[in-house]
């Protein structure tokens, strides 16, 4: 219940606002006064009932009807004489419109552990119920929903899994050229994809885009084992005449233990990613376990299942079609000329040497010319829209300026957007009258297909349009990638006062910094997330001059309270619910700093004594919120990179930028500071996974020289991805961080199997040099089908459309350039690096 006073009215009548609440109080009241006949009673009590005095006012018409005032002459005033009596909000401070209509908002978050798909769509069925019940004209809808992007990526996500299976099955059908040896690698498929949901139900995992991601990386990994031991069965059944059980059985004596070498490499390779800390190490978690999960199963079924399906399904002496004959001549040719080249590598292994230092310069170059990020920003069909007018402007202007956005994304964006929610009072600085935000729900992605209608697209349109406005500050930007770190897909940091020199230092300290920002070209829109420095009027009250004139200082802060501030009286019920009920000045009789004088307190000889009387304003300037950061005051600011720039280099110029101001320090939050956490950590976690590569071989293989063979493939598959990544303008991000852990692993793969068989052939007498060459043809093949299988895998990737293609298409375009770069190297260098690193620790123990 809203009283509305007038000044002039409180004057005529000799009231003051306290009168007023004090009628308030007394006539809107409800006192339990006992019970007749309550115990002890009396003999022969026949009446026992509660008793009850004065009652809670419930209508307008109640309200307006109460009696501030009375004489003997039995004349009153009523309220409705000195103030307008409705009923209104509670709170004014602001309130939303969608596409131009009033809206409530509700908002429900995420507890922790729960899924959000689940409740989503439990929220949905109950608000769905309700619906029925809401008065005509009215309807829910949902602008800001977060859960629409994670299904349609794991739609995506999903689809692009299947595409991988079938690519994969093709690819080798192609090498296998038979029906037969090809269902028993697609047989491990299900065998291990479902096997990989159960340990992930086990470990409290769920199958989101994460772990579906990191499935669709496992396709082509998880075949491999199975076609190696397939095409080496099937050699031994073609070369030595062999039954398909009797082959299966050669065969597992032969590969068993490149099989393991290989699992044990991935593994060393992942296992690392997952005792990683903070929003990164969630990240990295879900793809390791899965992957390793997925390798752990591959290669069970590999050395228990596949031989024994290759023992039931294949059939000696098939003969291949014609396509199958011309493809293998093909093979045979390629494998000549290949063993050629190896043998003169060979012969000139300094001149190798040259050429692989050469190479791993070059890539170093490549890579440190990579932009660096933490994760890429992705279409979630949600825009955000911060409004800042000066700090003096009242909420008309921000309806204005608000009208406007709203106008220009339902006309000018009207294929692509659909609802336009618009928050007045309020943005992520805080609340004032001169702040709006608004959120822009797009249409499906599957109507907003093309580049230009994505939801970048659209930002950089809209930012466009907006930068003409003078009148306010609008910035549009994507939401946060990581739920809940940021609210904004920007730059976010606090500036410190580290010696304590006050707000005004701090504040000097931000305009300078905010000038010189402009000679960046990295970063963009460099502002406070607060306003902290709204102008303010400053009421004195001459004590003297009030004391003088008989007045209380306590009434003169109470008038004052309830005419510009309001003042909560009590409580009041309504269609059964209890609400309050507040007084406060009529919006014409607070509306410029001269309304003050209208104002009256009423003094000790009953006279109503005008503010001008005894007070006077005046402008000043003070902080409306100090904060602290890490103990220290400081400003909460935020940035945009700029189009055509990396956060990480963004981050540097903020850096460098800040560092100039003497006294001020820099501390970085939210995505930002997850950011330069991963950047320190990446480095480390390659290390570690090397590392791991090295001391498992070691163990294997009780050889130093044959795990130093391998370990020279990593920079081999690193560079191709780094390539890739470098042509097609993508950052070292988390998606190529794990690309390259992923790349690692399959350069290593490949040198295992090219290794692991030179050593055999070493055991049984050959030299090193025959070793090699006999190891690079013998695994020319089962290389290719493994390779180009993975590389099958992940092509759905890297053409990826709708919801969360970015992060596929990263990934994708990374791993299938260290695949190509990597599968060729491997095979071209690892033959000489197996003969001269055997030779050297042959002559090393010898001496």
Known sequence: MRIWLNPDKLKQYNLMPSDVANAITAQNTQVA??????????????????????????????????????????SYVYLKDIARVELGAENYQSFNTINGYPAAGLGISLSSGANAIQTSKLIHQTLDQLTTKLPAGYKIVYPRDNTPFVQESIKEV??????????????????????????????????????????????????????????????????????????????????????????????????????????????????PMSFLGGSIGVIYRQFSITLVAAMALSLIVALILTPAL?????????????????????????????????????????????????????????????????????????????????????ISQSQKIGEQVRQYFLTQEDKNVDLVLIRYGRNYSGTGQNLAQGFIALKPWDVRTGKENSAEAIQKRAMKYFSHFNNA???????????????????????????????????????????????????????KQSTNSKANLNIKIDQKQALANGLQLSAINNTLSSAWGGTYVNDFIDRGRIKRVMIQGDAEFRSKPEDLYNWSVRNDQNEMVPFSSFANFSWGGAPEI?????????????????SGSSSGQAMKDVEQLVNQQKDIGLAWTGLSFEEQKSTNQAVWLYLISAGFIFLCLAALYESLSIPAAVMTSIPLGVGGSVIFS????????????????????????????????????????????????????????????????????VIPLVFAQGAGAVSRQEIGISILGGVMFGTVLVLFFIPVMYVLLRSLFRSKAST
């Open 33 to 74: 006064a006992g019970a007749i006949g309550d115990l002890p009673v009396i003999d022969g009590q026949y009446l026992n009932t509660k008793v009850t005095a004065g009652s809670r006012l419930k209508t307008v018409e109640d309200f307006k009807n109460i009696v501030v005032k009375s004489n003997k002459t039995a």
């Open 158 to 271: 999903v689809k692009t899994l299947v595409e991988a299976i079938i690519l994969v099955i093709l690819v080798m059908f192609l090498f296998l050229q038979s029906w037969r040896a090809t269902l028993i690698p697609s047989i491990t498929v299900p065998v291990v994809i479902l096997g990989t949901f159960a340990v992930l139900y086990v470990l409290g995992f769920s199958i989101n885009t994460l772990t579906l991601f990191a499935l669709v990386l496992a396709i082509g990994l998880l075949v491999d084992d199975a076609i190696v031991v397939v095409e080496n069965v099937e050699r031994l059944m073609h070369e030595q005449h062999l039954s398909p059980k009797e082959a299966a059985i050669e065969s597992m004596g032969e590969i068993s233990g490149a099989l393991v070498g290989i699992t044990l490499v991935l593994t060393a390779v992942f296992i």
């Open 310 to 394: 290759c023992a039931l399904i294949l059939k000696p002496n098939l003969q291949p079609q014609r396509w199958a004959v011309w493809f293998n001549q093909k093979i045979e040719q390629l494998k000549n000329q290949y063993i050629k080249l190896v043998q003169t590598s060979i012969h000139y292994s300094k001149s190798v040497i040259v050429i692989f230092v050469a190479l791993i310069a070059v890539f170093t170059l490549f890579y440190n010319g990579l932009k660096s990020g933490f994760i890429p920003k992705e279409d979630q069909g949600i825009l955000s829209v911060q409004i800042k007018l000066v700090d003096s402007a009242p």
């Open 473 to 527: 500050q609008i910035n549009v930007t994507l939401p946060a990638s990581v739920n809940g770190l940021g609210q904004t897909d920007g730059l976010d940091l606090w500036i410190q006062d580290l010696n304590g020199q006050g707000q005004d230092f701090l504040d000097s300290a931000f305009r300078q910094l905010q000038a010189q920002s402009k000679n960046y070209s990295t970063f963009e829109n460099f502002d």
């Open 626 to 642: 100090v904060k602290r950061y890490m103990g220290y005051s400081a400003l909460q600011l935020q940035a945009d990179v700029a």
């Open 726 to 793: 470098y042509i097609f303008g993508l950052p070292n991000d988390v998606y190529f961080q794990i690309a390259l852990l992923t790349t690692i692993g399959l350069s290593c793969k490949n040198a295992i199997l090219i290794v692991e068989f030179a050593a055999l052939a070493q055991e049984k007498g050959k030299n090193a040099i025959q070793a090699a060459l006999e190891g690079a043809s013998l695994r020319l093949r089962p290389i290719l089908m493994t390779s180009l299988a993975f590389g099958a895998g």
